[in-house]
């Protein structure tokens, strides 16, 4: 991969853009998660985990060694100079050339397709640039919301890894969604109206 991907930015649309972790960005992430956590600790395993400003920074700095290494893409949803959220590749193997994306979303920014369209971005940039050849996204069978976001996307529902995760003192089921690049690409040429790939 000749990608560096500390250096990644992509811009999704005039005031939207995904982009690399820096340790500048850690106050605003840590107010973020503090003033959601306990809506964010119902769905994310590593809420838990961060709870100092100084978390936050061991994060960045270890989600900036493993951009560099390629095993993820690590990236912050930017809102008008604002980070809102994360949206990138939890895992990358390059040598099965496949990875998984995961996001959240401050709340109050939900329901505006942000997620929807930075994926779109993200998916056109992993299957040309990075040349994957396959996307999954892993979500919890009771997260109806985020199952919207691979659903709306074309992703095929592959299977269910049972009682997979245990989070908030109980077993959760986990739906794999997966896409590949031929599909994708077969999607693009066919025009499936407004707010779907284009
Ligand atoms: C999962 C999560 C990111 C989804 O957020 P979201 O805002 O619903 O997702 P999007 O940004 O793609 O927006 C889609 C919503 O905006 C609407 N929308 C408006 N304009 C849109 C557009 N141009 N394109 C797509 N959707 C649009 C959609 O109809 C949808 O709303 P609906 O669910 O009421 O139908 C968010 O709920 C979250 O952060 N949850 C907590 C953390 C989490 O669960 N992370 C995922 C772990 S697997």
Redesign the pocket.
């Known amino acids: 991969m000749n990608q560096d991907l500390n250096q990644f930015r992509l811009q999704v649309s005039n005031d939207l853009s995904l982009v690399a972790p820096q340790l500048l960005h850690a106050k605003a992430l840590y107010d973020l998660i503090q003033g959601q956590r306990l809506?964010?600790e119902a769905?994310?395993s590593w809420v838990e985990r961060t709870k100092t400003l100084s978390d936050v920074r061991r994060f960045i700095r270890e989600a900036q060694a493993f951009n560099e290494g390629g095993q993820r893409l690590t990236a912050f949803v930017n809102l008008q100079n604002q980070i809102v959220?994360s949206c990138g590749f939890t895992r990358l193997n390059m040598r099965h050339k496949k990875g998984e994306i995961?996001?959240?979303?401050s709340?109050p920014?939900?329901?505006?397709?942000?997620?929807?369209?930075s994926?779109i971005k993200l998916i056109d940039f992993a299957f040309s640039e990075l040349e994957l050849h396959r996307i999954e996204?892993?979500?919890?069978s009771d997260?109806e919301?985020?199952k919207?976001?691979p659903i709306?996307l074309g992703f095929q529902k592959e299977g269910v890894l049972r009682q997979a995760i245990w989070l908030n003192n109980r077993y959760h089921d986990m739906e794999i969604f997966g896409l590949l690049e031929s599909q994708w690409t077969n999607m693009k040429k066919v025009d499936l109206g407004e707010?779907a790939v284009s």
Do not use: A, D
Not at 102 to 105: A, D, P, R, S
């Open positions: 809506y964010f769905w994310l959220g995961g996001y959240w979303l709340e920014y939900q329901g505006r397709g942000l997620i929807t369209r994926c996204i892993r979500i919890l997260n919301k985020s919207g976001v709306r707010g």
